[in-house]
């Protein structure tokens, strides 16, 4: 089996968008001060119906997901994969 390589705290931050916000990182017992998981929050658009005459409208809206050591982003609860939002690491 091939190790995963566990990155920093200082590489997440790097690689954070405008639209993401980090609230908690899990680190490895091991000493290495890597990364295995991170949680936080990602602002998304969506579109709701208002109610009637307003039809729908486009609202923005924050979203709890968590992030595997890999950078793959999970929304909490429901566990759906939200790609717009992995972190590549490279």
Known sequence: MQEQTLHTT???EEKKSERMEYTRFL???DGSRGVIEVFGKVKRTVRRYAG???GMQTVERFE???WSSSGC???L???TRLRNFDIQFS
């Open 10 to 12: 200082r590489e997440w």
């Open 77 to 79: 609860g429901k566990g």
């Open 27 to 29: 680190y490895a017992e």
């Open 64 to 66: 709890s997901v968590r």
């Open 52 to 54: 009637r005459g307003k």
């Open 73 to 75: 982003c999970h929304r």
